[in-house]
């Protein structure tokens, strides 16, 4: 049977390093707020960091991107040479990471891009979550092409409310060897990770993430019959990391023999995995709201769209609904508050009912924009102004987030939030993606 699962060759900063100045956040937070990583750049120092491997996204359109890129590139090779970074043997990564929400278990293995295609209509064993703006890769692709590493912040989602998969291997955590322990900067919280070299906790760990793809247990766990492909993973944050490594790997392909591909280091890409049932994980649905509209043109579009769509939409008290199939999200205008129904909606989740709307509302209505809202009270704020007109949607159900991609294909924009941004992955690991 065929898995995209591999056990990498994890690259450890050698014993006697600060991991306190090691590790660094994702490259992809605080992109509007530069004294963050200045401040984390007062706390590095001299000291070796992963802060010196990696490109924060907040320098991508500055004018000395490509001086920053080359200094990271000639970073990862002196600290391969210097023995600032350790080989170790093939096995995988446990590591907690306790924030406010609580604490967060994953293990850190190594993923075949093969199995991951981020194009709308993927039917691949690993798929996005959310859209993939193909924009953004370039700029985060010059960047991997010349690196002899990857440090990835891609968390892998398992959809396992039986806790069977992740959970067993941190009841024995303390029979492996603890890697790291350490307070993370800035207000990331701790970070703990035991290595288990390659053998039969490894080989028990990949039959259970393999028995996520069988496809009985599949069709009957989302109650389908056969018609839709397996999903076994599904990409919760870092996709634009996972995708640039995607692209990385499609153009150092074409110039190897099949032989060659089989194994090449940048077939493969790093990723934590996590099962989305996890306590510490908190999925927050995303507010939106309209502006430089008049609430009539809104309800009369709405009505004209879904009737397209074989459907239907009014203002009202959902339990009149005509069908046992509605969807409802109260909606906002000049302090006044009404329910949306939409009814026979050809979308699973209802922020994918509404987005497919507003997008095509505000490409018939270039004159209005849209802001997605974490928080309901600045929806109702926003919504006095009688010119804006607010949408509020519920929690996604964590179990609802698989079901969405295999039914509707990727997510819209902005679906869910995922925790803080404080939160998100630190760089720890390290991996060769050279020969």
Aim: aromatic share 8%; with cysteine.
């Amino acid at each position: 049977m065929y898995t995209p699962i591999r056990l990498p060759k994890l690259l450890m900063p050698r014993e006697g390093i600060d991991l306190s100045k090691w590790a660094v956040i994702a490259c992809d937070q605080y992109t509007s707020q530069p004294d963050y990583w200045n401040n984390a750049d007062t706390i590095v120092g001299d000291a070796p960091s992963t802060l010196r491997l990696t490109l924060p996204e907040v320098y991508l359109e500055q004018p000395d991107v490509k001086e920053r890129t080359a200094k990271i590139q000639d970073a990862m090779q002196r600290y391969q040479q210097d023995g600032t970074l350790t080989e170790y043997e093939p096995g995988m990564m446990l590591v907690e990471r306790t924030t406010k929400s609580g604490t967060r278990r994953g293990v850190v293995l190594s993923f075949d891009l093969e199995a991951y295609d981020y194009q709308a209509g993927s039917q691949s064993l690993i798929r996005p979550t959310e859209k993939t703006v193909v924009e953004r890769i370039p700029p985060r692709l010059a960047v991997r092409e010349g690196a002899s590493l990857e440090l990835p912040h891609i968390m892998l989602l398992i959809d396992d409310p039986d806790r069977k998969v992740i959970e067993p291997l941190f009841a024995d955590k303390d029979a492996f060897r603890k890697a790291y322990d350490t307070d993370l900067m800035l207000d990331g919280g701790h970070l703990s990770g035991w290595f288990v070299p390659e053998g039969k906790e490894t080989a028990a760990l990949i039959e259970r993430l393999n028995g996520l793809a069988d496809s009985e247990t599949f069709n009957k766990k989302y109650g389908l019959t056969g018609e839709h492909a397996v999903l076994p993973y599904a990409v919760g944050d870092g996709n634009h990391s996972m995708a640039t490594a995607k692209a990385n790997w499609e153009r150092i392909k074409q110039d190897l023999s099949e032989e060659e591909r089989q194994d090449h280091p940048a077939r493969f890409v790093l990723a934590e995995v996590v099962n989305i049932h996890d306590d510490s994980l908190e999925i927050e649905g995303i507010h939106r709201v309209l502006f430089h509209i008049h609430p009539r043109e809104v309800f009369q579009a709405a009505d004209e769209f879904f009737r397209l769509h074989g459907g239907m939409a009014y203002c009202g008290d959902p339990k009149s609904a005509p069908s046992t199939n509605v969807q409802s999200f109260p909606c906002m205008f000049h302090g006044e508050q009404v329910t949306l129904c939409i009814v026979d909606s050809p979308w699973a989740l209802p922020v994918a009912t509404l987005q497919n709307f507003l997008d095509d509302f505000l490409e018939k209505n270039p004159k209005s924009h849209i802001d997605y809202i974490h928080g309901a009270d600045v929806v109702r704020e926003l919504s006095q102004d009688a010119r804006n007109m607010g949408f509020l949607l519920p929690d996604p159900a964590k179990e609802d987030l698989f079901r969405g991609v295999i039914l509707d294909g990727v997510l819209p924009r902005k679906t869910f939030s995922m925790g803080e941004a404080q939160e998100k992955r630190y760089y720890m690991e390290a991996r060769k993606i050279v020969k």
